[in-house]
C-alpha cells in the first residue's frame, strides 16, 4: 500500500488516501497529478516536487475590519464566498447574529473568526 | 655446449619440488659404468651396448652433435625459466620461451644420518642394510661404493627405498660402502661415517676346488673328495684361502655359524630372522608383516587392522561394508556403518535409537537437528528437530517441529508444527500454519486480500444547479470481485444532490430536492465491476430549490474494499 496526494498545478492537494503499489499512477485524473506521500489538503501542499506545510495565514480581525488578507482571497461568510482582492476588508451586517468569516487564499492555511453583532 | 634453438614453445611442463632442489644442488654425481669382465656373450653385447648410448648422450664419447640437452643446461644458459609458486627466476637476464612449473611446498629438514649400516658379503653379492630411516619425508637412501676407505674416491652405486641394497658384484671383491638418506625435497642427509664399511664376498668352493684339483700346477691336481688347505695359496694368480674344500656333500645334520650361499633349494627352512633384497614366493603365511612398503596389486585380508593408516583410494566389495568396532550393523550398535545392508546401500552415523544421520537407501534421516551454512536442496524434508540454515530452497515439500532461516526460504510446501523463522520466505504451494504473525508486512500473491483503497479531501469543493460537480474520485484496478463502496460528504452550505458513479455509470443517486443541508452525508454499497481499471466519482449538485448561489461540499470520501475473502 501506498499514500498518495493529488494536487493540481498550482501545488493545491486536491484529495489523498491510500491505494495498493501498483494504483498509484491511476490516481490522476486530466489535469491533476499524483505523487506518493502524506499530505492533507488543510495543511500541505506541493512545492517543488515536494510536500510542504502550508504557511499561516496573515489576516486578522480587528474590531469589524480584516486585515493583512492575502491577496487575492476568498472570504466565506456563514459559507457564501465573497472575492476579495484587498489587503483590508471592512465588515457590514446587516442583521445581529454570530458570523463565521473563513479567510482562504492557497496556499495560505485557512483563518477563520467569529464575529458577533 | 651445442646450440640450441632459444625459441622452443611448448606447453610448461610439471615439474615436483624435488626437482628444484636438484637443480639448486648442481649436476649430480651419476656413476661411471664399468667393462663386464666376463659373463654370457649375449648379455656381454647388450651390456656395451647400453654403455656406448649412455656414454653418447653423457658427451663422454662419440660426437658433440650426440649429446643430449637438459633442462639444467638450458636454464644455465638463460633459455628456461623456472616458475616456484607463482615467482618465476632464471638464470640470466635472456628468457626463452620455455617455462617450467614447480608444485608444492619444500621442505628443507635434513634428513639424519643413516645408522645400523653393515655390509655382509655372500659369494657374488654383497648386502648392505641399514636401519629404519625413522623421519617424515623419507625418500630413499643412497649407496655409494669405493675399493678404498676414503670416500672422496667413492661414487653413487644406486638407491634404494628399502633398509637394504644388493650390490651385485659377481664374484670375489673387496669394498667399501658408505649410505646417505635423502628427502621427498631432495635434501640430502649426512653420510652415516666417515670411514667406508667393508664388505667382502666369500671364495666361491667350485671355483677354488676346480683351481685345486684341475689345474697341474696345484699340489692338489687330480685330487678328490675333499682337500684340505691349512694355509692360504695362490693358484694362477687366483688367491685360495685355506680351508676345507668338499666337492660333493651330503650332509645328514650340519650346524653352520656363518654360511655363504650360492644357490640353495630347501624343502622346509625356519629362519628366525630374515632379510632378503627380493623374496618371490606363491604364499605367505605370517603372524606379523612388516614393512616399510607393501606394494601388491590386489591384497586380500581376512582382518585387517591398523593404528593409523594413510589410503589412497579404498575399494570395497559391493557386498563388504565399513564400520566401526561398535555399530555391528546398519541398524544396530552406536558409530559408523556404511555399506551393502541386504542388497540396500546405506549409511549410519551415531546411535541407531538417538541422534543420527543415516541414509537407508531411499530417505535421509537426521534425528537431532541439522545446521546448513550454505544452501540445503531438497525435494522434500522431514525435521524432526529444529532446521537451521543460511537459505533453503525445497523442491517439495517441507516438514520440521521449528525452523530458523537466517536468509531466505524456498519451498513448494510448508509445515512447521513449532515455530518458523526467516528473514524471508517464499513458497509457491501451501503454507499451512495455526497463526500468522506479521511485524510488517504480508505480501500476498495476486494480492488475494481485502484491499483497502481510499481518497479524502478536507476543503470545501464548490457544486452548481444544472449540472454534477466531480468533488471525490478514486480509481481501482479490479480483479472481478466484489468491491464494497463506502462513501460520505459535508454538505456546509446550500442544498446539493449526492451521487456516485463508477467510469459513466450512476450507481447511486439522491433524489432532488434534498433536504439533508448542513449534515454529514454518508452511504454504502457493493458493486462489481468486473476486472480491470474503474474509477469511481462522487458528484454534486445545487439543488434546484436552493436559494444560495453555490453548494459546497466539504470532508469528501471514497472508499473501495475490494473483498477477495
Redesign the interface.
Known sequence: MKNFVVYDNTGCIQRYGSCPDDMLALQASDGLMVMEGIGRDDAHYVLNGAIVARPQNTAQLAGMQLMIVPVPATIRINGIPYQSTDATVDLDFTYPGSYTITVAAFPYLDKTFTVTV | MSNVDPNIAGTPIQLNSNDLSALMRGDPKLPSIGNPASGDAAMLQAVNAIKEIVETREGRRGSALDQTVTWRDLFANGLAQFNVNGESFSASSSVGAVSMAVDGALDVTVPPAATGFSATGALASIVLTWDDPGYGNHAYAEVFRAATSSLTDAVSLGTSRSRFYVDSVNGVATYYYWVRFVSTSDIAGPYNATLGTLGQTGTDPAKALALLTGEESSPYFGAFPFIVLNSATTINGVAVPAGVYVGDAFISNGTITNAKIGNAAIDDAKIANLSAAKITAGDIDADRMSANIVAATTGKFSTLSALTSSLGTVTIGSTGFLRTTGATAYATGVGIWMGDDAGTYKFRIGDPAGNRIQWNGTTLTVVGGGTFSGALSAATGTFAGSLSAATGTFAGSLSAATGTFAGSLSAATGTFSGSLSAANGTFSGTLTASAVNAVDTINIAG?AVT?????????DA?AFKGSYTTV??????STGAPIAIISSVYN???SALIRLVRDSTVLFQTIDPYPNLWAQFAFSLSDTPGAG?H?YYLQAMQSSSSS???A?LGK?SIVLLETKR
Open positions: 494480492q484491499i483497502p483503497l481510499s481518497a479524502y479531501t478536507d476543503a464548490a471525490q474520485q478514486v480509481t481501482i484496478t456546509s452550505f446550500g481499471s474509477t444560495a448561489s453555490q459546497s469528501r
